[in-house]
């Protein structure tokens, strides 16, 4: 028995390392696919390199004699509101670089400087109700990925890194919704920004290391180049190498190109330990506080230019701000993104499937066992390309989950140790196309018998500028589960100035689990379609755009049952000033049931399919003014009763410092089986002493678990995300003794003190 232990063992590890190997292999003689190759990269603009040995001091202000040596860059070319023409505002940009870093010096000018939208200041703040400058970098010049940076007139630093042109594996999306994003706003990069404002606008300056970046080895080269400007007071972008109004920055392929640039052929070692102390109460398991303090860290060993080795010892995320609660009202898993820094870094790279709906490989499933946290030992994280192919590595160990049982008081194991291993590597082809494998893996490291393997190929096939085709088909691997355990998808989309569209069809059959992913529906088959056209209104001062549309999404079990169906008829209306309303949305909708369904406690959906139709709003004012309102009205039939309700947020903003959100959620459900309601409040609040100092809160109650749950974050950033962090958590149950036990009362409370410190060498 221990033989045929061991067997499976490495069955289940030899796998990822097989593949891991075969697939740097099969890179090792590529042809390198540049921006070039992409028939919509033709006749972008330029722009030439300048080497300086005085180098400029970042202080926002752009009078340091090195600037004068650089060409000027302008003639912005506007997206939005008025596609192709000049943008209504001069912009000029410099660009110079030395041995250590790339400089980048823009002057914004404003003929209107009072009506400058400074935005919040806090790193990574959302920049679409803010005026900003931002820097698209495709240091690999091959049209799908790139770097990007930014800031606003108040002087925050944005980054993010760009990944198959912003498209998700099948479905879009921000990072922040998990693997499957294509824009990872929560890559954290060490570079500096400075700002200045006068009467005629306001001045940005970059420093952005060349150890920050990853780029082919050292030389003269060439990397794709973009840039872009918001003006908010008009809901006006602009790009210097023009982007048509269906795209945004993201869309790599249209970038210009940043020429005779002498790329140093660098190693760099980067080290952030931490400190951390702690003190935490659990009032339901009786004990007293307890009192901890632990140490770890993270490095980063860049192997050349092209390949970064990150390791992490005793992984610590009490800086990392808590879920929104969700209410949920349907009979499946919700969908809570990753938010933990190790795992979001090159994220991009391990992407593969359809964000929320079949994704391969899910980072939330290493650390968290519902909704707590399973400590992590250690781990590394192998990214970056291996001549035209990008490969990433990927192996964590995470340790026991233990706790107290309640009625013994012995300390019970709730979870097992596990090892998680990825291999992953994607081919960019020309015209935004690409081809993909990977290879997913846990294994209980105290049972051998217990693993799960996910493997799977992906593509992505560009036709034109307007035409993407995707793909992927994976299989898992795991003792005990019968069934074909094959899941795969395809769809299309079409995008032009006026029209929008797509088709995609899913399918996942019995036995499919990739544990290592998320999958909140088993066995079924998805079609989905839309079609969108878009109406500018060019000449009016008020009125922006309509855009009727029609969606038609169903899931089928394997039997040809319909699960759900959602059939959508709308018209979204946008004014100039960035306001919305949604015209009353009409759904007609569809939910099968085989089994009962218990929505609430005690209250039952019986078996059958309910056909229903409902109508929907959704609005929301200048977000961009100190006093806003968002929010949405839900009406209609629901199973086999009636739904009412929505939700309303108020925003608030004081100058670019304080800025907070108030958000009720509710909903009066009538069921022939009972009725009920829901209440989700939540409270935001954020005070910014400076970019890089903030206090910020989130305080939620959840009517459905009765828990009211405080989080109080304060940071002191340093650079690349680090610092010094205090954070306080409660959570406290407000009803009386109910059928799970819980009296009302404090459940638990904590406090954590963590400071880290990036120190960093290169070579």
Same mark, same amino acid.
Request: glycine share 12%.
């Given at each position: ?161 760009? !990944? ?77 190498? #023009? ?73 610590? @995320? ?35 499937? !359809? ?213 959508? @008829? ?30 609430? #406690? ?23 003014? #100190? ?48 009725? @009920? ?47 010094? @962090? ?38």
């Amino acid at each position: 028995m221990a033989v045929h232990a061991c067997a499976r063992h490495a069955c289940a590890h030899g796998l990822v390392t097989i593949a891991a190997v075969g697939l740097l292999i099969a890179a090792s003689n590529p042809t390198p696919v540049t921006a070039q190759s992409a028939s919509s990269a033709v006749n972008r603009p330029t722009a030439q390199a300048v080497y300086t040995e005085a180098s400029p001091v970042i202080d926002g202000r752009l009078d340091d004699p090195a600037w004068e040596a650089a060409p000027i860059l302008s003639d912005f070319i506007q997206n939005v509101p008025l596609d192709g023409r000049p943008s209504t505002e001069h912009t000029e940009v410099r660009i110079l670089y030395d041995d250590e870093a790339l400089y980048i010096g823009a002057t914004l000018h404003d003929t209107n400087p009072a009506g400058i939208v400074p935005g919040e200041s806090r790193r990574d703040a959302d920049l679409t109700d803010a005026d900003a400058f931002l820097v698209l970098l495709d240091t690999y010049h091959d049209g799908q990925n790139g770097f990007v940076f930014g800031t606003t007139p108040a002087g925050i630093e944005y980054d993010g890194q760009v !990944t198959r042109e912003g498209q998700g594996g099948g479905g879009g999306g921000r990072m922040q919704r998990g693997s499957g994003g294509g824009f990872n706003i929560n890559w954290d990069g060490s570079w500096d920004v400075a700002v200045s404002r006068d009467e005629q606008g306001w001045y940005a300056e970059f420093r952005i290391p060349f150890s920050t970046l990853r780029y082919p080895a050292g030389g003269v080269q060439s990397w794709g180049l973009n840039f872009s400007r918001k003006i908010r007071r008009k809901n006006e972008e602009s790009f210097w190498a #023009p982007i048509p109004r269906q795209f945004d920055l993201n869309r790599v392929s249209l970038a210009g190109t940043l020429q005779q640039i002498d790329a140093p052929a660098r190693r760099s070692l980067t080290v952030t330990p931490y400190v951390l102390g702690s003190g935490q109460r659990n009032f339901l398991a009786g004990t007293g506080t307890e009192f901890t303090a632990d140490v770890g860290g993270d490095a980063k060993f860049g192997l050349g230019p092209n390949l970064t080795l990150d390791l992490t010892v005793n992984t610590d @995320f009490a800086q990392v701000e808590v879920d929104d609660e969700q209410i949920n009202l349907s009979r499946f898993n919700l969908f809570f993104p990753e938010k933990r820094p190790f795992f979001l870094e090159n994220a991009g790279t391990f992407s593969a499937g !359809t964000p929320q709906a079949v994704e391969l490989f899910f980072s939330r499933r290493i650390g968290i066992e519902e909704g707590r946290e399973v400590p992590i030992r250690g781990g590394g994280r192998l990214t970056g390309r291996v001549g035209g192919t990008t490969v990433g590595l990927l192996s964590v160990q995470s340790g026991e989950l233990v706790a107290d049982d309640p009625v013994s008081g012995q300390r019970m194991q709730e979870a097992p140790a596990n090892h998680f291993s990825v291999a992953r590597a994607l081919r960019e082809l020309p015209n935004r196309s690409q081809l993909g494998a990977i290879v997913v893996s846990r294994l209980n490291t105290g049972d051998t018998d217990d693993y799960n393997l996910t493997l799977g190929m992906d593509g992505r096939w560009g036709i034109g500028d307007a035409l993407t085709t995707s793909g992927y088909l994976a299989r898992t691997v795991t003792p005990g589960i019968e069934g074909g355990q094959v899941a795969g998808s395809v769809s299309a989309s079409v995008s032009t100035s006026s029209w929008t569209s797509n088709a995609s069809y899913r399918r996942v059959e019995e036995g499919f689990n990739p544990e290592v992913g998320f999958l909140p529906r088993t066995e079924y088959e998805f079609r989905s379609g839309m079609l969108m056209y878009r109406y500018r209104f060019e000449r009016n001062t008020w009125l922006r755009e309509l855009r009727p549309h029609v969606v038609y999404r169903e899931h089928l079990d394997l039997e040809g049952f319909s699960e759900s169906r959602w059939l959508h @008829f709308d018209s979204h209306v946008e004014f100039e000033n960035g306001s919305f309303f949604q015209l009353p949305a009409v759904n007609f909708t569809r939910e099968g049931l085989k089994a009962p369904f218990e929505i609430s #406690p005690g209250i039952i959906v019986p078996p059958g399919t309910y056909d229903n139709f409902d109508w929907g709003f959704v609005y929301n004012t200048d977000l961009s003014a #100190p006093l806003s309102a968002e929010g949405q009205i839900d009406i209609g039939g629901f199973y086999d009763g009636f739904r009412k309700g929505g939700a309303t947020t108020v925003n608030g903003r004081i100058g670019d410092q304080f800025v907070a959100s108030l958000r009720a959620q509710y909903y009066d459900v009538s069921l022939e089986g009972g009725d @009920f309601n829901t209440m989700l409040l939540s409270l935001r609040a954020a005070y910014s002493f400076t970019p890089r100092i903030y206090l910020q809160s989130l305080v939620q109650y959840n009517d459905q678990t009765r828990t009211l749950s405080s989080n109080i974050r304060f940071g002191w950033l340093n650079t690349a995300g680090t610092g010094l @962090f205090i954070v306080y958590n409660d959570l406290e149950h407000t009803g009386h003794l109910d059928r799970t036990g819980v009296p009302r009362g404090p459940m638990e409370r904590n406090l954590v003190v963590k400071f880290t410190r990036q120190m960093m060498m290169g070579w």
